[in-house]
């Protein structure tokens, strides 16, 4: 009996503050991190990807006193992402309690990174990000410093590069579908999703289990990750943490066999 | 009360958490003299079986803990790299285990399957109920795991758990007053608290 692709809510955090953005941008308070890592833990969550929005940007450490409160309390794998820039940070965070490690800034600006972070931590817990714009051309670009900054790389490129550089698996988000419910970027997704052997985590859009049945299932993606439909409920995005039940998770259609 | 080794390598805080969730208190032993106090004592490990070992000694808690294990009333909880370490060794290092149960620990290997499994096995699988010493569970129990080897068991009485990925291997061990588990309840949320809850329950009766 095998396991059906992870659905993976992220929490994105600016200082010890839970929050929403809208094309990362825009952030709006939503609560306690630690408090919506309680009510997760009862609801059975696959896993959590808390990343630190603001961190890379302000070259600050990563907020190890938070991280730290988080781990006590979450009884599910974890990952962290935000402003990780050297092996030792990597260390502290799985040290506390983290399965795995987001890295997206400090693979463009130094590549042998990666390769010394999966060497050190081992493949599985480390994890490339991909974000991705538009340019004014139309084409797709990836953007780094929580998208402060444009690369040269086409995604399926960068993604290529993640995967030479042994990461286990790609985290990628569309920044134009972020935060809008107006579902992910499948055809982005599938494109990256076939360019690679890696496992992409599919990140941006989702407004419901829909979008998450889609994005696997014709965006062929291993797994979906989300963020406004875990926290917010209803037109007026009153803040409400959810996750789905196990009985509607399985119900849902991944594969076309 | 509960006591959960600290040697260095391993989180203890989310076990720690979890028991007291629970409304079982534990505490964090450094030190191997302290093994005495309790009746129940966990050992955690992520990392190298090598490296386990060598902490173990170091600290002092090698001998220690095979001596906590002769009183059939004390319980010893194995997880993840600290189940590997209850066995007679592991292919990933050149140290000698506890000894406590007869197994070894072996890298997982698809070769002969030709499938597409990846190494370390990451993330969630289901557990089929080989022994129901830890009780019956109603529904399929699924646990979070992450590990590049797994036991190889001489006998099949100390199989507790069996796991399928690319083949069945023992995910669960026991023996007497011993137990291993290669997932991590401590981050298995709903099914991990039931089965420490099991395992809070669970006395050796000869």
Same mark, same amino acid.
């Given at each position: 009996?095998?396991?059906?692709?992870?659905?993976?809510?992220?929490?994105?955090?600016?200082?010890?503050?839970?929050?929403?953005?809208?094309?990362?941008?825009?952030?709006?308070?939503?609560?306690?991190?630690?408090?919506?890592?309680?009510?997760?833990?009862?609801?059975?969550?696959?896993?959590?990807?808390?990343?630190?929005?603001?961190?890379?940007?302000?070259?600050?450490?990563?907020?190890?006193?938070?991280?730290?409160?988080?781990?006590?309390?979450?009884?599910?794998?974890?990952?962290?992402?935000?402003?990780?820039?050297?092996?030792?940070?990597?260390?502290?965070?799985?040290?506390?309690?983290?399965?795995?490690?987001?890295?997206?800034?400090?693979?463009?600006?130094?590549?042998?990174?990666?390769?010394?972070?999966?060497?050190?931590?081992?493949?599985?817990?480390?994890?490339?990000?991909?974000?991705?714009?538009?340019?004014?051309?139309?084409?797709?670009?990836?953007?780094?410093?929580?998208?402060?900054?444009?690369?040269?790389?086409?995604?399926?490129?960068?993604?290529?590069?993640?995967?030479?550089?042994?990461?286990?698996?790609?985290?990628?988000?569309?920044?134009?579908?972020?935060?809008?419910?107006?579902?992910?970027?499948?055809?982005?997704?599938?494109?990256?999703?076939?360019?690679?052997?890696?496992?992409?985590?599919?990140?941006?859009?989702?407004?419901?289990?829909?979008?998450?049945?889609?994005?696997?299932?014709?965006?062929?993606?291993?797994?979906?990750?989300?963020?406004?439909?875990?926290?917010?409920?209803?037109?007026?995005?009153?803040?409400?943490?959810?996750?789905?039940?196990?009985?509607?998770?399985?119900?849902?259609?991944?594969?076309?066999? | 009360?509960?006591?959960?080794?600290?040697?260095?390598?391993?989180?203890?805080?989310?076990?720690?958490?979890?028991?007291?969730?629970?409304?079982?208190?534990?505490?964090?032993?450094?030190?191997?003299?302290?093994?005495?106090?309790?009746?129940?004592?966990?050992?955690?490990?992520?990392?190298?079986?090598?490296?386990?070992?060598?902490?173990?000694?170091?600290?002092?808690?090698?001998?220690?803990?095979?001596?906590?294990?002769?009183?059939?009333?004390?319980?010893?909880?194995?997880?993840?790299?600290?189940?590997?370490?209850?066995?007679?060794?592991?292919?990933?290092?050149?140290?000698?285990?506890?000894?406590?149960?007869?197994?070894?620990?072996?890298?997982?290997?698809?070769?002969?399957?030709?499938?597409?499994?990846?190494?370390?096995?990451?993330?969630?699988?289901?557990?089929?109920?080989?022994?129901?010493?830890?009780?019956?569970?109603?529904?399929?129990?699924?646990?979070?795991?992450?590990?590049?080897?797994?036991?190889?068991?001489?006998?099949?009485?100390?199989?507790?758990?069996?796991?399928? $990925?690319? $083949?069945?291997?023992?995910?669960?061990?026991?023996?007497?007053?011993?137990?291993?588990?290669?997932?991590?309840?401590?981050?298995?949320?709903?099914?991990?608290?039931?089965?420490?809850?099991?395992?809070?329950?669970?006395?050796?009766?000869?």
């Amino acid at each position: 009996m095998f396991h059906r692709p992870r659905i993976i809510p992220v929490l994105t955090i600016i200082d010890n503050d839970l929050v929403k953005t809208i094309n990362f941008k825009n952030p709006r308070y939503i609560g306690d991190p630690i408090n919506a890592v309680k009510i997760f833990n009862g609801k059975a969550v696959d896993e959590l990807c808390i990343l630190d929005i603001r961190a890379s940007v302000d070259g600050k450490e990563p907020n190890y006193e938070l991280l730290n409160q988080i781990a006590s309390e979450a009884f599910v794998p974890l990952s962290y992402g935000g402003g990780i820039t050297n092996i030792e940070q990597i260390r502290k965070i799985i040290f506390l309690g983290y399965e795995k490690v987001v890295i997206n800034s400090e693979f463009v600006r130094h590549p042998q990174f990666i390769k010394d972070a999966v060497r050190v931590a081992g493949s599985s817990s480390i994890v490339g990000a991909i974000d991705v714009k538009k340019n004014i051309l139309g084409k797709y670009i990836t953007n780094s410093k929580s998208a402060s900054i444009n690369h040269k790389s086409s995604p399926v490129d960068l993604a290529k590069e993640y995967e030479k550089s042994g990461v286990g698996e790609i985290l990628f988000t569309d920044i134009a579908k972020e935060g809008t419910k107006l579902g992910y970027n499948i055809d982005l997704v599938y494109s990256i999703s076939k360019a690679v052997k890696v496992p992409l985590i599919a990140n941006g859009g989702a407004s419901g289990l829909i979008d998450i049945q889609k994005v696997i299932k014709e965006g062929e993606a291993h797994s979906a990750a989300a963020s406004s439909m875990f926290v917010y409920y209803g037109k007026k995005d009153a803040v409400l943490i959810s996750y789905p039940s196990e009985s509607e998770l399985e119900q849902i259609e991944f594969s076309s066999e | 009360m509960i006591g959960i080794i600290d040697y260095g390598m391993g989180n203890v805080n989310s076990i720690v958490n979890m028991f007291k969730k629970l409304g079982f208190p534990s505490q964090i032993v450094s030190d191997p003299l302290e093994l005495s106090k309790f009746n129940r004592i966990i050992l955690p490990g992520v990392g190298s079986f090598d490296h386990g070992i060598t902490y173990l000694k170091e600290k002092g808690f090698f001998d220690k803990i095979k001596e906590f294990v002769i009183k059939k009333d004390n319980i010893l909880l194995g997880i993840c790299l600290g189940m590997q370490m209850l066995g007679l060794s592991s292919e990933e290092g050149s140290q000698e285990g506890l000894g406590l149960i007869n197994f070894i620990n072996k890298k997982f290997d698809f070769a002969s399957n030709n499938s597409n499994f990846k190494i370390p096995h990451m993330g969630w699988n289901y557990v089929k109920m080989h022994s129901n010493q830890l009780g019956e569970f109603l529904n399929p129990q699924k646990y979070y795991f992450v590990h590049s080897y797994h036991a190889v068991v001489q006998d099949s009485n100390n199989v507790l758990f069996m796991t399928n $990925y690319g $083949y069945d291997f023992p995910s669960a061990v026991i023996r007497e007053n011993i137990i291993g588990f290669q997932f991590h309840p401590e981050k298995s949320h709903l099914y991990g608290m039931e089965l420490l809850k099991r395992f809070m329950e669970y006395r050796y009766v000869s």
